[in-house]
């Protein structure tokens, strides 16, 4: 059992937080590849206690990750419309690239764009797998070529589920083998007297 101070320690991964700290230094997973098409809808996705939009541009096909509200009136960039190089906020007509650069204020009197930038992560593909990396710049990693990413020699199956627990919760379970036995056999009744004659396990974690 965790202590509250554990907790707030190890399970908040929000910026600025030490285990979200720690997870921005890796790729990753975000979404995809086959969910977003060049020019396609905008995504509103949550990753790491943040809120942001992902989608694909139309010119060069490239994967934007940005904030999700405009920089100018906090507008959800999820409804706007990818064109002319960028993400087009539908408020005012702001355009954003896929490195938040604001290529164009259309309805400003005087174009202030080139001091606005707008949050932005990079994004790389692979095996049907679009990456975000959300940590500092300078200190980005090579993006791991798992096997199961690159290899070509079969098929390659891509879901996601929906969880209702923090990433510490999920691990906790993985690695709790006791539980098999009980949380996941339906014929219970049958087996019982067959489990019980296993050596019962003894589990050490640090």
Same mark, same amino acid.
């Given at each position: 059992?965790?202590? !509250?101070? !554990?907790?707030?320690?190890?399970?908040?991964?929000?910026?600025?937080?030490?285990?979200?700290?720690?997870?921005?230094? /890796?790729?990753?997973?975000?979404?995809?590849?086959?969910?977003?098409?060049?020019?396609?809808? $905008?995504?509103?996705?949550?990753?790491?206690?943040?809120?942001?939009?992902?989608?694909?541009?139309?010119? %060069? *096909?490239?994967? *934007?990750?940005?904030?999700?509200?405009?920089?100018?009136?906090?507008?959800?960039?999820? /409804?706007?419309?990818?064109?002319?190089?960028?993400?087009?906020? =539908?408020?005012?007509?702001?355009?954003?690239?896929?490195?938040?650069?604001?290529?164009?204020? $259309?309805?400003? =009197?005087?174009?202030?764009?080139?001091?606005?930038?707008? =949050?932005?992560?990079?994004? +790389?593909?692979?095996? *049907?797998?679009?990456?975000?990396?959300?940590? =500092?710049?300078?200190? %980005?990693?090579?993006? $791991?070529?798992?096997?199961?990413?690159?290899? +070509?020699?079969?098929?390659?199956?891509? /879901?996601?589920?929906?969880? *209702?627990?923090?990433?510490? %919760?999920?691990?906790?379970?993985?690695?709790?083998?006791?539980?098999?036995? /009980?949380?996941?056999?339906?014929?219970?009744?049958?087996?019982?007297?067959?489990?019980?004659?296993?050596?019962?396990?003894?589990?050490?974690?640090?």
């Amino acid at each position: 059992m965790l202590t !509250q101070e !554990q907790n707030e320690l190890i399970c908040k991964v929000g910026p600025g937080t030490p285990a979200g700290d720690w997870f921005r230094r /890796y790729w990753i997973a975000a979404g995809f590849s086959a969910d977003f098409k060049p020019g396609g809808q $905008p995504k509103e996705v949550r990753l790491l206690g943040e809120d942001l939009v992902m989608f694909r541009d139309k010119e %060069q *096909g490239r994967m *934007g990750l940005l904030g999700l509200r405009c920089s100018h009136r906090l507008t959800k960039l999820a /409804y706007g419309r990818v064109e002319d190089g960028g993400l087009r906020c =539908p408020f005012h007509g702001w355009v954003y690239d896929v490195e938040g650069h604001c290529l164009e204020q $259309p309805a400003e =009197p005087v174009s202030f764009a080139d001091r606005i930038r707008h =949050p932005s992560y990079p994004c +790389q593909e692979l095996g *049907g797998v679009i990456f975000a990396y959300m940590g =500092p710049r300078d200190q %980005q990693p090579l993006l $791991p070529h798992y096997e199961t990413l690159v290899r +070509q020699d079969g098929g390659r199956q891509h /879901y996601f589920d929906v969880s *209702g627990g923090n990433y510490l %919760q999920h691990l906790e379970g993985a690695v709790d083998t006791a539980h098999f036995s /009980y949380l996941h056999q339906f014929n219970w009744s049958q087996t019982k007297d067959l489990v019980r004659q296993f050596t019962t396990p003894e589990m050490e974690f640090v």
